[in-house]
C-alpha cells in the first residue's frame, strides 16, 4: 500500500495527519479485475487550500516576487535541475502509471519519455523565444524591446488518461514563465505524483509549485473563490470547467487554457485503403481502451464500402486481447474508473433500443469489471452515442452516401478537434481539406486522430479548447508580452 500523505505548500513538504481516501485500482494480480485498495491520499479541505493560495500568491507578490522575477536561465536551470531528478524515478512512475489507471506498459513508458522530452524541448523552446524576444525592434523613431512575462498565479487541474504527460503539459509551461503553481492530481493517477515531490520541492523556490490533493469541490473550488487565480488551466470537462471559472469573483481578469471534449469523426471514402484504415481505426478509436480526447470516437463510412468494412472491423476487434498492463500482448485494459462500464452500457442499450445492432460477437460482453467494445452499426442522431463523448470501448458507426452528411453533422457539432480523413483520390481530397480546417484543428490524412509530436499546436474549436496546448504555444498562453519602449532623441 502506497499511502501518500505528504503535499507540497511553500516549498515545504507537509505531514499529512487528517482524514484520507482510498485509492482504487482495478488490476490485480489474480486477474479478478476487481476493485482493490493501492493506498491513500490526503482528503484536503478549504483549509489547505488557502496555505495554497496564500504560498503561491506570497511567491508571485504582485509580479516582485523571486520566482517571478527571475531571470530566464536561471528559471531553466531549475527546470534542469527537476528534470534530471524526474528521469530517476522512471520505473516507479511507470509502475503506477499500470496500476493507477491501468495503461499498458509500452505505453506507460512512452508517457513518463515523451513528459521528459516536453520537458526538454520546453526549456529550448523558452531559450529561442528569449533571444528573440531580448531584440530591439525600431518603429517609427521608437526603440522596443519585447519580453514575455508572467501573468499570476495559476490553478492547474489535469486529466486522470495522462496524468503525467498531459498535466505537465500545463505545468512545465506555465512555471517555467515565472508563474507559480497549485497543482491538484486528477482522481485516478494521483500516487505516481509522490515520487516527484522532491523533485519539485528541491528544484523551485518556496511557493512557485504548491501540489494539493482532495476533491474539486472541496479543494479547487475555495481556491477559485479566493479571487486570486490568474490562469485556469484545466484538461477534463466543460462542465467543471465552466462551474470552476463561475466561481472567481472577477472573471475578466482570469485567463484560460483548456483541454475539454471531443468527437472526432474518421471519414472512409470509397476509395480508401481498407487493411490500412482498419488498422488505424482500430488504434485510434480503442487504443488505451478509447480514453483519449483524440480518439475516433464515431466512424462515417461511405454506403458502397460499408458491408465490407464494418465485417472486416467487427472481427479485428473481436480478436483484440484482454489482460493486465504489464503483459505485453494485450491490448485491452481494466478500466479506472468503476462506473465506466456501467455508463458504456447505458449508451449501447440507447443505441440498440432505437434500432443500432452490435455487429461484433464479443461487443459488450463484461469481464469482471470490465466491458469489450461493443461496434454499433448504424447509429443516428436520436441516440445518446451519437452525442456523448463515450470516453471508453464502444465504437459507433454510421454509412453516407453524400460527403455534405458528414461535413453538416460535424459544422453542427458542439465539438471541433481533429478529424482523420481515409481516402486516395487526391482531386477529391484536396477540396475537402479546405473544408475540413474550418471545421477543426488538425486533418489527419489516411491515419488516425492523435496530439503529438508535441511541439504540433494542440488544440479545438467551439467546446473543444481555449487557447492552444504544444512546446512553443503553450509557452505563449502562460505569459503576456510587454515591452520598453524608448525615444530617438
Ligand atoms: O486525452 C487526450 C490526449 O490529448 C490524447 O493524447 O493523442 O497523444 O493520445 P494522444
Known sequence: L?????????????????????????????????????????????????????????????????????????????????????????????????????????????????????????????????????????????????????????????????PLNETFSLLIPALIMGNPVIFKPAKHGVLLISPLLEAFRSSFPAGAINI???????????????????????????????????????????????????????IILPDADLDLTIQECIAGSLSFNGQRCTALKVLYVHESIADEFNKRFAAKVDALSFGNPWDKSVFLTPLPEKEKPAYIQELIDDATSKGAKIINKKGGEHTENYIFPAVLFPINKEMRLYHEEQFGPVVPILSFKDIQEPLNDMAESNYGQQVSLFGKDIKTIAPLIDTLVNLVCRVNLNSSCQRGPDVFPFTGRKDSAVGTLSIHDALRSFSIRTFVASKDN
Open 2 to 162: 502506497l499511502n501518500q500523505d505528504t503535499y507540497l505548500v511553500n516549498g515545504e513538504l507537509k505531514k499529512w495527519e487528517g482524514q484520507t481516501s482510498a485509492v482504487f485500482s482495478t488490476i490485480s494480480s489474480t486477474e479478478k479485475y476487481e476493485p482493490t485498495i493501492l493506498g491513500s491520499i490526503p482528503f484536503m479541505g478549504e483549509k489547505e487550500a488557502m496555505e495554497a493560495v496564500e504560498a503561491a500568491s506570497k511567491a508571485y507578490n504582485n509580479g516582485q516576487g523571486l520566482w517571478p522575477t527571475m531571470k530566464v536561465v536561471d528559471r531553466i536551470k531549475c527546470m534542469e535541475n527537476f528534470v534530471t531528478q524526474m528521469k530517476t524515478t522512471r520505473t516507479e512512475v511507470v509502475k503506477l502509471l499500470m496500476w493507477e489507471i491501468g495503461k499498458s506498459l509500452g505505453d506507460s513508458e512512452k508517457e513518463f519519455d515523451r513528459t521528459v522530452e516536453y520537458i526538454y524541448d520546453t526549456i529550448d523552446s523558452l531559450k529561442e523565444l528569449n533571444s528573440r524576444s531580448s531584440h530591439f525592434s525600431k518603429v517609427q523613431g521608437i526603440n522596443a524591446m519585447v519580453r514575455r512575462g508572467p501573468l499570476g498565479v495559476v490553478l492547474c487541474l489535469g486529466p486522470y488518461n495522462y
Open 212 to 266: 494539493v490533493y482532495g476533491r474539486g469541490r472541496e479543494v479547487a473550488s475555495p481556491i477559485m473563490k479566493s479571487g486570486k487565480v490568474d490562469i485556469l488551466a484545466l484538461i477534463g470537462n466543460s462542465k467543471s470547467a465552466i462551474a470552476l471559472q463561475d466561481q472567481h469573483p472577477n472573471k475578466n481578469r482570469l485567463r484560460l487554457v483548456l483541454g475539454l471534449e471531443a468527437k472526432n469523426p474518421a
